[in-house]
């Protein structure tokens, strides 16, 4: 009997027009020590690739000057904190989950909601022991080490800028559906890996990008619309070369209507799933084709 080799759908996939290529993957930002080893299909598009691009460049988020930079645009002016933007019920809210995670509120007040809330999610990740580096944290140090050359879908001064504007001008919004997400975070991110891991984008997105889309609006525009629209213009000027990359982005700007997937298709590309295969001979990892 023919010993057919397993394979398994991942989230990373092949852009092509004509023999232009680029390799689009999605990521978690954090992972747990047991979701390592990744999938081998990522080391093999990591591997066809001569430009390794991100979201940012995470040596850039690391270095001391641009904490330095983010923590000073993230606070408000003198007299002014997230008290005087958020309900009652948010802020009470934000007090009882700080005090939950051992941290005095009034630490987190002088800041804009993004920066405040990403402080407790940190908190909440390490108690859950979730303290491994990401995919793209994977990748970031490789092709460093290995001097690929590396892009930024973003730079610096625009982490900044998002980081210091997600969820201003719907403050208690903001701040009652992250912590909404904390309380969740083991079981949504437990979900999340697997639905990345196994290339689902049908239920990414029927469990994490409608849901944000129709209950709050406000956050997945600024979260994800207006970034996609911005990203999907550069993906297209890099599949204008003839150098193949591979882009790394949050897996949950892939699947939806204003996805990349999608946009990308929209605009005439071809755009196949790749898998990933236990069997190592020859070159196992063909894209799929319904």
Do not use: C
């Not at 930002?29 to 598009?45: C, F, I």
Request: without cysteine; charged residues 20%; glycine residues 8%.
């Amino acid at each position: 009997m023919l010993s057919l080799p397993l394979a398994a759908e991942t989230s990373l996939w092949k852009v092509s027009q004509g023999d232009n290529i680029l390799f689009l993957g999605g990521t978690i930002h954090v992972l747990r020590e047991s979701d390592y080893p990744l999938p081998d299909a990522y080391q093999w598009a990591y591997d066809q690739a001569s430009i390794i691009g991100f979201e940012t460049d995470l040596r850039t988020i690391a270095d001391t000057t641009f904490q330095t930079r983010l923590l000073a645009a993230a606070r408000y002016p003198a007299g002014e904190d997230l008290s005087d933007h958020v309900s009652i019920e948010a802020l009470q809210a934000l007090q009882s989950q700080s005090e939950k995670a051992g941290i005095n509120p009034a630490v987190l007040l002088p800041y804009k909601p993004a920066v405040a809330m990403f402080s407790l999610m940190r908190l909440e990740l390490s108690r859950l022991g979730v303290t491994a580096g990401g995919v793209d944290e994977y990748f970031m140090l490789k092709a460093d080490a290995q001097d690929k050359p590396i892009i930024g879908l973003e730079t610096g001064d625009q982490q900044i800028q998002f980081l210091t504007e997600l969820g201003v001008g719907f403050e208690s919004e903001f701040i009652l559906h992250s912590l909404t997400e904390i309380e969740q975070l083991e079981s949504m991110l437990h979900q999340m890996i697997g639905m990345w891991r196994s290339g689902d984008n049908a239920r990414l997105e029927a469990t994490f990008v409608t849901p944000l889309q129709q209950d709050y609006p406000g956050i997945y525009r600024s979260l994800l619309l207006e970034r996609n629209r911005d990203w999907v213009r550069q993906l297209e000027a890099l599949l204008e070369t003839t150098a193949v990359e591979l882009v790394l982005v949050g897996v949950a700007h892939l699947p939806g209507n204003d996805g990349l997937l999608n946009q990308l298709q929209r605009r005439g590309y071809e755009v196949e799933q790749v898998q990933d295969t236990a069997d190592r001979a020859g070159d196992p990892f063909h894209p799929r084709v319904d």
